[in-house]
């Protein structure tokens, strides 16, 4: 999935940036509001990361012009203020969650996971389709009796295949939801990732299809 942290403290946010690509995310860092904008007008972000105190002024104004120019991506805050009425006005005006620095990572990544799966429409983490069972949380694909590890990048874009099941998804829409503008990304990068993905699924009742010129779907047998 392709997240963008909106984080002025250099320090947090590289701590950030490698945590959430250890799990194959693709992040973009913003340091100002401007910058923020900017990235949101070029590029669909599957969550949002935002810290309030930028130096170009206060994060809720990033969130109320996005939420008004029609972006709903799920936006959690990241802040150092703690009290209550602060909270409340940040979810009153269209954010999802609200954590207080410091936190704890693999609490962040928990919230991370929990929205992107509200968002998707699955309530639990468990997924099957077509012959197999898929364990986001553990990384793993079962089919039969034989459980399957899968890597950070196979697993987000079997995540990003299952949200639309027999939807055709180009190559330039998956680069621009697995990878970030600041990583380099060759021309077979995709390619390389759902040729291991498929030897993955192989022997479930899956099937996923390349159409030339087109991109990739998920189907089942």
Known sequence: MRFLLVEDND??????VA????????VDRAATLDDADHFTA?????????????PDGDGRQFLTR???????????????????GDRVDTLDIGADDYMTKPFDFNELEARCRAILRRRGGVAQSLRQFAGFAFDPL???????A???????RELRLLEILLTRPGQT??????????????ETVSDNAIEVY????????????????????????????
């Open 11 to 16: 320090d947090l946010a590289q701590a950030i």
């Open 19 to 26: 945590r959430l690509s250890l799990d194959g995310h693709g």
């Open 42 to 54: 070029g590029a669909p972000y599957d969550l949002i990361l935002l810290d309030l105190a930028l």
């Open 66 to 84: 996005a939420r008004a120019r029609g972006i709903d991506t799920p936006v959690i805050v990241l802040t150092a203020s703690s009290a209550v």
């Open 138 to 144: 553990a990384a793993t694909l079962t089919i039969g």
């Open 146 to 152: 034989e459980t399957r590890e899968l890597r950070a």
């Open 169 to 182: 998804f180009s190559k330039s829409h998956l680069i621009d939801r697995l990878f970030s503008y600041d």
């Open 194 to 221: 759902v040729g291991r993905l498929r030897r993955k699924l192989d022997g479930s009742g899956a099937r996923l299809e390349t159409l030339r010129g087109l991109g990739y779907r998920l189907l089942p047998e």
